[in-house]
């Protein structure tokens, strides 16, 4: 079943005065999830509106979809109420986002957008995600068990958003963008499917388990759900990309849940 959406069109690439419409948009749109005995099953949706927002750069933005780029994606799971690790598992450049929210992952998986490999889960102990400590609580996706797979095209029925960064609070400036005629094809389609068994096995029935993804190289271009974080840094960068590239985020926003 979907259990978040967010808004097309708010990636900060049209944050501000500066646009960098230019550059491929991390565009999170909707999550999705089920559950069996066994799995967990997620799926998740990037879009890319250039060909909306700003048709006369969807040519340069539209050449490297984020299925083609090593862009990494983490997907934070809540299963234990009031544990987890407050900050991520890997950083770059010191900048790294920092949970401060009610929900706080306990598990932390990051995968390539383009599949280079196959993933790297990682444990909460005592509040931090360990790296590298020999398979015991951080491993590869293919050791976990973890399969994931991408495809261009989509799985929403609709989408809806806004064509400027700046009006996500504007009702006024929501448009359908299936309706105005996005292409979406320049769009990518992911799924995961999870062991319980690899995180912990959680009581899906009756206490059920919180999920958010980000993604990004340095600081997270957007989360879904969505956390006003990623949309607070107006303006363009040095090597003009927007400003969020560079900041410290502290995330708070409550996850999506799955099951209870």
């Not at 040519?59 to 690790?85: F, L, V």
């Not at 400590?133 to 495809?151: E, L, P, Q, R, S």
């Not at 006024?172 to 320049?186: E, I, P, Q, Y």
């Not at 990004?216 to 957007?222: L, N, R, T, V, Y």
């Amino acid at each position: 079943m979907l259990i978040a959406i967010d808004m097309a069109g708010d990636d900060p690439r049209t944050l501000g005065s500066n646009w960098s419409l230019h550059e491929t948009p991390m565009d999170l749109s909707h999550l999705w999830a089920a559950w069996d005995n066994e799995f967990l099953y997620l799926a998740w949706q990037y879009v890319d509106v250039t060909d909306i927002v700003d048709p006369a750069n969807a040519g340069s933005a539209g050449g490297t979809p984020i299925r083609s780029m090593d862009m990494p994606q983490t997907i934070a799971i809540d299963t234990i109420s009031g544990a987890g690790a407050t900050h991520d598992m890997w950083k770059k450049n010191g900048k790294q986002p920092i949970w401060g929210g009610l929900d706080l992952p306990d598990y932390q998986f990051n995968i390539a957008s383009n599949m280079f490999h196959s993933g790297y889960l990682s444990r909460a102990v005592n509040g931090v995600f360990p790296v590298d400590d020999g398979g015991v609580n951080y491993k590869t996706g293919a050791a976990a068990g973890i399969t994931v797979k991408f495809a261009k095209g989509k799985g929403y029925t609709s989408l809806w958003g806004v064509k400027d960064a700046d009006d996500v609070n504007d009702p006024s400036k929501l448009v359908n963008f299936m309706a105005l005629g996005h292409d979406s094809n320049r769009d990518t389609f992911y799924e995961a499917k999870i062991p319980l068994s690899a995180l912990g096995n959680p009581d899906m029935e009756n206490a059920g388990i919180g999920v958010m993804l980000h993604q990004g190289e340095f600081s997270p271009m957007d989360t879904l759900p969505n956390d006003p974080a990623t949309s607070d840094t107006p303006g363009i960068s040095d090597s003009n990309s927007p400003k969020e590239w560079s900041d410290i985020y502290l995330l708070t926003a409550p996850f999506a849940r799955i099951g209870k």
